[in-house]
């Protein structure tokens, strides 16, 4: 298992899981498998369209939306399913800047753009699967010009098996301050706690709670570690946010 260490904007440092090359070819094959089904369903409307009319206008539009589709598939589903095609996703890898955050459009055009080089240029692929295996994070030449890499979403221990504890109807907040959290606040903290489960770093854990005291104004309780106290941080922001939507 490979990890690289990322230091966020928040200066909370990191470990992601990088992807391995086996998963992004069995992803990249996927995203080719289903492309290969649509030409066969293609293939068979235009036979459909043989038939009964002229299917030649037919045929045109068929190809034209296909080859857009081919072209236009990674970008598209990158941006809009939050790094991941449908292959990446089957392989749960992703797509993130260096900087731990989702990528920025530009990123995402930039590394669609360099797939020309990677993928199309001399054998196809062969320039990103030797790239990729002796960069150091590992990247293809499009990652690099992004900055952006491929890690693993899911980590060996599942995450909602710690994080998330059920709540009953009459439990209270420890930390009602938790409530001033946002969204990039707690989602960095359950990549903190994904981090630990997957390397055991509990520095990045520590770190993670003094920035949330420093941020919310707040102490634990007596024997509380780092660890439960920021799982009792997420409990009572889910059970804040969960009695505010009730509202």
Avoid: C
Wanted: no cysteine; net charge neutral.
């Amino acid at each position: 298992m490979q990890t690289i260490r990322i230091k966020t904007s928040q200066n909370i440092d990191i470990d992601y899981e990088v992807a391995g090359l086996g998963e992004r070819i069995i992803a990249r094959l996927i995203d080719l498998a289903i492309f290969f089904l649509i030409f066969i369903l293609g293939v068979f409307v235009v036979s459909l369209l043989n038939l009964y009319v002229n299917g030649s206008v037919g045929m045109i539009i068929l190809i034209s939306i296909y080859a857009a589709l081919f072209v236009f598939y990674d970008l598209l589903f990158e941006v809009f399913m939050n790094g991941q095609s449908i292959g990446k996703r089957i392989m749960k890898i992703k797509v993130i800047s260096l900087d731990g955050a989702q990528p920025r459009f530009g990123q995402y055009v930039l590394r669609w753009l360099f797939r020309i080089v990677d993928f199309l240029i001399i054998e196809p692929g062969l320039i990103a699967l030797i790239v990729a295996a002796v960069s150091e994070k590992p990247q293809r030449i499009g990652d690099m010009v992004a900055g952006t890499m491929l890690i693993r979403t899911s980590p060996r221990t599942k995450m909602n098996d710690i994080v998330f504890m059920p709540s009953y109807d009459g439990y209270q907040p420890v930390f009602k301050e938790a409530g001033q959290l946002n969204d990039k606040d707690v989602e960095l903290i359950h990549e903190v706690i994904n981090s630990y489960i997957k390397t055991g770093n509990n520095v990045v854990v520590y770190n993670m709670a003094l920035r949330i005291k420093e941020h919310l104004n707040i102490m634990p309780p007596k024997g509380m570690n780092d660890m439960l106290f920021l799982q009792t941080i997420l409990k009572d922001y889910n059970h804040i946010s969960a009695q505010m939507e009730t509202l």
